[in-house]
């Protein structure tokens, strides 16, 4: 799948004025932000199963064991699909609600197991509030809050509603308020069907 040009755009344009507010604050230029997240994300995936696109036939592995799979030409996004859900292919349009739960790739230490890592998110506490966004719709700021890459594994035919992933995300396509981070994290995600 690809991003609009249109979407890019807006994002590079908000990312280079923030990292020029940031750099005049910490004393690093914004090249050098976007080097150490480059680097935080290759210390990462450097112990991971990469693989450096989606096959041909779209036809993805599946599990722990599966590996990731970057789903852009730069290397700003990877996917690893945990689970295959067995609800509906999501339609451009529809609310879509998530669970998260996602960690700061900074902070990573090689040989750290997942799970003694930083979590933070909604996805083991179902009182806390809602996530959603509405799929392909990135002018709406309840979809636009949560950056480009949340919503792109739905754009594989086999992954659908119920289904879970882990996703390497750079700072342009995460957050929009954190664009000015330039911090990469590790977000594993369900996505949810929209309860009536």
């Given at each position: 799948?690809?991003?609009?040009?249109?979407?890019?755009?807006?994002?590079?344009?908000?990312?280079?004025?923030?990292?020029?507010?940031?750099?005049?604050?910490?004393?690093?230029?914004?090249?050098?932000?976007?080097?150490?997240?480059?680097?935080?994300?290759?210390?990462?995936?450097?112990?991971q199963k990469v693989v450096g696109s989606v096959p041909?036939?779209?036809?993805?592995?599946?599990?722990?064991?599966?590996?990731f799979y970057q789903i852009d030409e730069e290397g700003?996004?990877?996917?690893?699909?945990?689970?295959?859900g067995d609800g509906k292919r999501v339609e451009s349009?529809?609310?879509?609600?998530?669970?998260?739960?996602?960690?700061?790739?900074?902070?990573?230490?090689?040989?750290?197991?997942?799970?003694?890592?930083?979590?933070?998110?909604?996805?083991?506490?179902?009182?806390?509030?809602?996530?959603?966004?509405?799929?392909?719709?990135?002018?709406?700021?309840?979809?636009?809050?949560?950056?480009?890459?949340?919503?792109?594994?739905?754009?594989?035919?086999?992954?659908?509603?119920?289904?879970?992933?882990?996703?390497?995300?750079?700072?342009?396509?995460?957050?929009?308020?954190?664009?000015?981070?330039?911090?990469?994290?590790?977000?594993?995600?369900?996505?949810?069907?929209?309860?009536?």
């Amino acid at each position: 799948m690809k991003i609009s040009i249109k979407h890019l755009l807006i994002a590079a344009g908000t990312v280079f004025a923030a990292g020029m507010m940031q750099s005049c604050e910490d004393g690093k230029s914004y090249a050098e932000m976007l080097n150490e997240e480059n680097k935080a994300v290759n210390l990462f995936l450097v112990n991971q199963k990469v693989v450096g696109s989606v096959p041909a036939d779209s036809i993805l592995e599946v599990g722990e064991d599966a590996p990731f799979y970057q789903i852009d030409e730069e290397g700003n996004i990877y996917m690893k699909v945990l689970n295959l859900g067995d609800g509906k292919r999501v339609e451009s349009g529809q609310q879509v609600i998530f669970r998260f739960q996602r960690t700061n790739l900074m902070y990573y230490t090689p040989g750290a197991a997942l799970k003694d890592l930083d979590w933070e998110g909604n996805a083991d506490n179902p009182v806390s509030s809602t996530t959603s966004f509405r799929y392909g719709d990135y002018t709406l700021p309840s979809s636009a809050q949560w950056g480009s890459a949340i919503q792109l594994p739905l754009s594989f035919k086999q992954v659908v509603l119920g289904s879970e992933v882990m996703l390497v995300i750079k700072s342009q396509y995460g957050w929009s308020d954190e664009i000015t981070y330039v911090q990469p994290y590790l977000y594993k995600i369900t996505y949810l069907q929209r309860e009536s």
